[in-house]
């Protein structure tokens, strides 16, 4: 409460309630995936609204409404994720950045070293929450042995930085520093945002594989083997081709289809 006294009992399950009304809204229906990151809108209620500064909606519970002066747009804009994605008392870029690797663009970054310090041992700090975190990691990330690995994965989330840990947008940090939302992905794509940083990931080929990846894994009970190319290569053509929207139903519909899916064998009791 000290660092984010607007986190009342009621937010939590707000912020939750969100990300399922969210992604549901693309399950349910045949909107398209590469709308997931760019689409300009939120399910709120009072709490939620308050939290994002914007109007209460009208009625009750989740309300779908658009506000396009929010400065927020998205699956990443959501404060459920940026919350999930942050540490108890402040951001982290880190996790975010590497959350968008793994779970958005399939690619898994090495594990650390085990003897990495946190971020405050470089800032001489044992609280960040009043601090500038990106400065203070951009100062960790000067050794040679974090460069490596921070390189691949902070720049994702270093966009966001303009949303704090639990999701409310913020144009300085507490100690009143400028927070600079630039970055430079690996591969030298400059990034200024989180909307540049949507468009970024949405146009990434390894976003729409990635989902159908997933859900092949999901659908089969089981992570994926080498085997599975072949079928997931069909998969993909199926439901992400020039004539029709790559829908997650359209998804589901490609998977079960398949003959990897409508033979496959549970596993042998224990």
Not at 3 to 15: E, F, G, K
Not at 85 to 105: A, C, E, K, Y
Request: proline letters at 8%; glycine letters at 8%; aromatic letters at 8%.
């Amino acid at each position: 409460p000290d660092v984010y006294p607007a986190l009342n009992p009621t937010l939590p399950s707000s912020l939750a309630q969100e990300m399922y009304a969210y992604f549901t809204d693309f399950l349910k229906t045949d909107r398209s995936w590469l709308e997931f990151l760019t689409a300009d809108e939120n399910f709120v209620d009072a709490p939620l609204a308050a939290l994002y500064g914007m109007p209460a909606p009208t009625g009750t519970g989740m309300q779908k409404v658009q506000v396009t002066t929010d400065k927020r747009q998205g699956f990443l804009g959501l404060g459920g994720f940026l919350a999930q994605s942050s540490l108890d008392r402040r951001t982290s870029p880190t996790l975010r950045g590497r959350w968008v690797m793994i779970n958005l663009l399939c690619t898994h970054p090495p594990p650390p070293p085990q003897d990495v310090p946190k971020i405050e041992v470089a800032a001489g700090m044992t609280d960040l929450s009043k601090g500038n975190v990106r400065a203070v990691l951009e100062k960790h990330r000067a050794s040679p042995v974090c460069a490596s690995c921070h390189a691949l994965f902070d720049p994702y989330g270093l966009p966001l930085e303009q949303f704090d840990g639990i999701g409310a947008y913020r144009a300085t940090y507490a100690d009143g520093s400028a927070i600079v939302p630039d970055t430079t992905l690996i591969d030298g794509t400059e990034l200024k945002g989180l909307d540049q940083l949507a468009s970024s990931v949405t146009k990434d080929p390894r976003f729409l594989q990635c989902i159908a990846d997933n859900m092949y894994s999901y659908g089969l009970g089981r992570v994926l083997a080498d085997a599975d190319r072949g079928s997931l290569d069909g998969i993909q053509k199926q439901w992400n081709n020039a004539q029709d929207v790559p829908s997650i139903r359209r998804l589901v519909e490609a998977i079960v289809l398949d003959p990897s899916f409508r033979s496959r064998s549970g596993l042998a009791a224990p």
